[in-house]
């Protein structure tokens, strides 16, 4: 082996890792394009916000405001989700035995 | 105190987005990793069930109409069905990759319901044209589980599948209960214009 001949493996394990980086970043990307595609929405579309436009509104009208529930969900799954996905995605790779 | 119909869409659009983005991303992780923590893999089929408990709450409500009511209870059999089915696989007393099929069928069930008990043509309301719009969503869609089904191996189905909610989640969040669909509002339709 030297710097023109190198192992056939080598290739292959840069394919994997690069598929691998891949997906690590395609699934904590998921998150923060979901509240971004909510802030954008609440900018665009803002009289779906009540905190822009309060006045005689209701319970409801609070408690569910979608670009707002677009964000929250983007948050749940990237704060909650998102990183035991990447944490087990790259001890998959490592061969280590499932957390449980 | 009761919301209006279009307040409980957006909750169900909500939980959809929430679940197309777990059932995604499962597709692009594979289900032996997306499984290696006990919880994660009872996502989708508790989301189902709890989908289907709140269908059966919005079913007894809907009183105002018996094709609604009729409407609301199907969608909540099926969520209930293919959760309860999902749920027996991820606990292991179910193996067949046909077990999908009841998937695929809850969802041809759900958009039939979907077209079936909407009576007006597309463009009659924003409401009308959604239902239509998720109905036949729904009806292709089923062709995911199918495909599952007979070709497990194959990762196209859970992104399908994964996209299927996300696009639902999409239309259910554009619903209100009266407003134009490209320019469009029958006089019929009611409401302030």
Redesign the interface.
Known sequence: MNELVTSRANPAEQARTLRRGFRVLAVEALGPITVLGGIVWAFAQPYRVTFFYPEGKGFWDWAVQPPLLVVLVGLLFALVVAPGIVDDLESAERGDAPAG | ?L??AE?AH??F??GF??LG??V??EA??GT???R???W?AY?WPSLALSAGAWLWLIAIFSTFSTLHLLAHSVWAQAATAAGAVQLAVVRGRLHSSYWSLVTAGALFVSGASFLVHEQNGWLFARSAFLHHLIGWTLVVSALFPVGAAFLPRRAIWAYGFAITWIAVAVML?ADRDIAPIFGHLSDLAGGAR
């Open positions: 105190m919301p209006r307040t957006w909750l659009a909500g987005l929430f983005l777990v995604l991303a692009m992780v032996d990793v997306f290696r923590r006990r994660r996502l969040f």
